[in-house]
C-alpha cells in the first residue's frame, strides 16, 4: 500500500482535469491511501517576490502542500497545458513551497544541489487543446521539460510516466470518457 497524493494543477472548479484527478483518486483508494490537492481551494499568494534573498513564511494552505508532498510515496500531476506549460496558480504553488530546505538543499563547492524530496516516484497527467503528438514533438513539450526535468528531478522525484490527452476542446462526450477510462486503469497500475 502506497501513500499517494493527486493534485490537480487546474484552478477551474469544474474543468477535466479535476475530473480525471477525482477519478485517478477514487480507483486509487482501493489500493492504497490517497490524499488530494486541489489548486483553485489554495489560498496564498503566489508570487515569490524576492526569491531566496527573504524568507517567506507560508500560508497555512502551502504548509499542508508540503506536508502532503512529504507524506506521499507518489504524486500524480494533473496539469491542464496554459500557453504551453502549467497554470500560474499552480507554478506560484511550487515557487512558493519548493523552496531550499524542503526540496534542495545547496551545497558549499558543488554545482547540484542535495535533493530533498528523494524515494517518491510521480506520474504526470496532462491536457492540453492541441494534439499531443504536435505539442510533443513540433511545440518542443514544455511542461514535461518543466515538470519532470526542473522541478521532480530536481528535487529528487522520479517520474514513471506521463499521460497526453488532447485536443480537449471539441471533444466529444465519448472521448472524455475514454479518457477518465484510461485513468482509471492508470490507478490500477501504481508502480
Not at 51 to 62: H, I, R
Not at 84 to 89: E, Q, S, Y
Request: hydrophobic share 40%; proline share 6%.
Amino acid at each position: 500500500m502506497k501513500k499517494v497524493l493527486v493534485i490537480n494543477a487546474n484552478p477551474k472548479p469544474g474543468s477535466l482535469c479535476k475530473a480525471l484527478a477525482d477519478k485517478y483518486a477514487s480507483v486509487a483508494k482501493e489500493k492504497h491511501t490517497v490524499e488530494q490537492i486541489h489548486i483553485g481551494d489554495l489560498n496564498f499568494e503566489i508570487s515569490l517576490d524576492d526569491g531566496y534573498d527573504k524568507v517567506t513564511e507560508l500560508e497555512p494552505d502551502l504548509v499542508d502542500f508540503q506536508k502532503k508532498i512529504q507524506w506521499s510515496d507518489h504524486v500524480v500531476i494533473v496539469s491542464p497545458v496554459w500557453w504551453g506549460t502549467v497554470p500560474a496558480k499552480f507554478k506560484g504553488a511550487i515557487d512558493r513551497s519548493f523552496l531550499p530546505g524542503f526540496s534542495f538543499e545547496y551545497i558549499d563547492g558543488k554545482a547540484m544541489p542535495k535533493q530533498l524530496l528523494k524515494g517518491r516516484s510521480s506520474e504526470i497527467i496532462i491536457t492540453l487543446d492541441s494534439p499531443p503528438f504536435w505539442y510533443r514533438h513540433i511545440k518542443g513539450n514544455a511542461i514535461y521539460k518543466q515538470l519532470n526535468n526542473s522541478i521532480l528531478d530536481f528535487s529528487g522525484i522520479k517520474n514513471t510516466s506521463s499521460t497526453y490527452f488532447g485536443p480537449v476542446i471539441n471533444s466529444s462526450s465519448d472521448k472524455r470518457k475514454s479518457w477518465l477510462k484510461k485513468v482509471a486503469v492508470l490507478a490500477q497500475k501504481i508502480p
